[in-house]
């Protein structure tokens, strides 16, 4: 009897955590509100994703996620690297090679793309205040496109870190 009682309460808890989850989802563009935004078009198809998430992958890197919760598989996940430390300028990305950022994407299961060439152009980061705003174009690159590989331009995002 106690057993159905602590079963019966789990799953009571489970389902109103995950539809309270699902809600906040709907509702919010990143974990900190509005106060994140991201955009690109992606061989001309605009993306503007429905969650951003900010976060440290070492003391000075910052790593971007953003995805689509409620959107088609394809343009569905990008993440950014950026140093955390970057000051305002143009940056290049060479034959897949930067130190101060790289871009991927997640179409689908089948179709993860890395970068290839491109620019980022830091208009300027607050490392005080923790605000980052820059502009992007790259071109995306995996071993099944072969030269028609993905082209990511107007990337646009300004981050709270």
């Known amino acids: 009897m106690k057993i159905n009682i602590l079963v019966f309460l789990l799953v009571g808890i489970l389902a109103f955590s995950c ?18 935004s991201f955009t690109l078009k992606k061989d001309g198809v605009l993306y503007t994703p429905n969650t ?53 994407h997640i179409q689908d299961a089948d179709h993860l793309y890395g970068w290839s060439d491109g620019s980022l152009n830091v208009l300027s980061n607050d490392t005080t205040a923790g605000i980052l705003h820059c502009k992007f174009d790259v071109y995306l690159y995996n071993d099944d496109c072969k030269g028609s590989c993905p082209h990511i331009t107007d990337g646009e995002m300004t981050i709270h870190y």
Not at 21 to 29: A, D, L, V
Not at 81 to 96: A, C, E, N, V
């Open 52 to 104: 951003i998430l900010v976060g440290l992958a070492d003391e000075d890197l910052l790593s971007i996620e953003t995805y689509m919760v409620y959107g088609q598989p394809e343009n569905n996940t990008y993440g950014l690297l950026i140093r955390k430390s970057i000051t305002p300028g143009m940056y290049l990305l060479q034959d897949g090679e930067s130190p101060y950022f790289g871009i991927y």
């Open 19 to 36: 539809k309270k989850k699902e809600s906040e989802t709907k509702s919010t563009n990143s974990p900190t509100g509005s106060l994140n």
